[in-house]
């Protein structure tokens, strides 16, 4: 059997193009690939309004949909981006809880559209996979106190 298509699909009330807008100028390698209007009839949805929203982001292949306000996001989804610097941690975090984002802990934060994120630094996977259970016990300790992961603090809790 031949998938012609694999997606990630993502149901918006009314924002996709918005959400696909930010996302795609955020992240490398993204980009929107087609947006197709709703036909008439379609519930909590005008005729003619954006529909569906096909993108890529980083390599992947997702779509959006606005479908209205039936099934908004919870933290049961979320998206994750690994960075190599504080610099790009920074970066994310700072553009995802613009505009209304909120942080949560631990590296998630929840964007303007109620999605949410994961802005995880390379260290805190490096740190958590040392041999020494405590280094990864006060790595542990010291992420759970973070909304916004940072790095410095996370090497100083490895390092005693």
Known sequence: M?????????????DAVAAAELYTRLLPDSHIDRIVPAASGLPHVE??????????????QYTFLN???????DSQVSLSV???TQAEV???WDALTADGGKEVQCGWLTDRFGLSWQIVPVALERLMQDPDPAVVQ??????????????AALEAAAAG
Request: net charge negative; proline share 6%.
């Open 47 to 60: 005729a003619g309004s954006p529909f569906i929203v096909d993108l890529t982001l980083v390599g992947q």
């Open 2 to 14: 031949t998938v012609l298509r694999f997606a990630t699909h993502l149901w918006f009330d009314k």
């Open 138 to 151: 006060r790595v542990t300790t010291a992420m759970l106190q973070m909304a916004k992961l940072d790095v």
């Open 90 to 92: 920074d970066h994310y």
């Open 67 to 73: 479908g209205g306000p039936l099934f908004p996001f």
């Open 82 to 84: 690994l960075c190599d």
